[in-house]
């Protein structure tokens, strides 16, 4: 059974730092690209940064990108996202979901598993 | 980047109607679209993808057709367990960008 475990979540003051991590286990997790997608309370989805199998190209949406990294570590099989200089509106359920593997002309594409996610909370 | 754009935001219909729900793509995407369905309080669950395919164990009422910018996609017979909101996604190529959502509701 596929299951994806997030942590390291919480309360923040703005312009602080995170550590999100996603225990994966129940697949071959070296072979599976990967993604965090957060969701804002009582809003919709929105991806946040994807890394392929092997780790190199990670991908990150324009909101993040030089302050959020993603990484992915295949002998934990954990999955990473370092979140830097958090802003309010950075306060979110962030979910690590598995890609699926079966498209071919990107690297991450769509996800057929979820996490439950971990929050994360920016406050002052 | 491209955009994805969701119609209705939100919808009332009577169990057994048929709902239709619209994607629109700022630009093509190809058929390089997935449907998600999130029921209140739940993680995300996969629908379709490839515009059209069905993911292994969603109900057949369920189906996706469209490629380029228009998407749509069809509960056939509206159930109960239906009641979520669902988003659209495309990932011909990063950004990776999802819809707004559409809520669907039992009249």
């Known amino acids: 059974e596929v299951q994806l475990l997030e942590s390291g979540g919480g309360l923040v003051q703005p312009g602080g730092s995170l550590r999100l991590s996603c225990a994966a286990s129940?697949?071959?997790?070296?072979?599976?690209?990967m993604a965090w997608v957060r969701q804002a309370p009582g809003k919709g989805l929105e991806w946040v940064s994807g890394i392929s199998s092997s780790g190199g190209d990670p991908y990150y949406a324009d909101s993040v990108r030089g302050r959020f990294t993603i990484s992915r570590d295949n002998s934990k099989n954990t999955l990473y996202l370092q979140i830097n200089n958090l802003r309010a509106e950075d306060t979110a359920l962030y979910y690590c979901a598995k890609d699926s593997g079966l498209a071919t002309m990107t690297v991450v594409a769509f996800f057929d598993y979820w996490g439950q996610g971990t929050l994360v909370t920016v406050s002052s | 980047d491209i955009q994805m754009t969701q119609s209705p935001s939100s919808l009332s219909a009577s169990v057994g109607d048929r709902v239709t729900i619209t994607c629109r793509a700022s630009?093509?995407?190809?058929?390089?679209l997935a449907w998600y369905q999130q029921k209140p309080g739940k993680v995300p669950n996969l629908l379709i993808y490839?515009?059209?395919t069905l993911q292994s164990g969603v109900p057949s009422r369920f189906s996706g057709s469209g490629s380029g910018r228009d998407f749509t996609l069809i509960i056939s017979s509206l159930q109960p367990e239906d009641v979520a909101t669902y988003y659209c996604?495309?990932?011909?190529?990063?950004?990776?960008?999802f819809g707004g959502g559409t809520k669907v509701e039992i009249k």
């Open positions: 490839g515009a059209s």
């Open positions: 129940g697949f071959t997790f070296s072979i599976y690209a």
């Open positions: 630009r093509g995407v190809n058929n390089y």
């Open positions: 996604q495309k990932y011909d190529s990063a950004p990776l960008t």
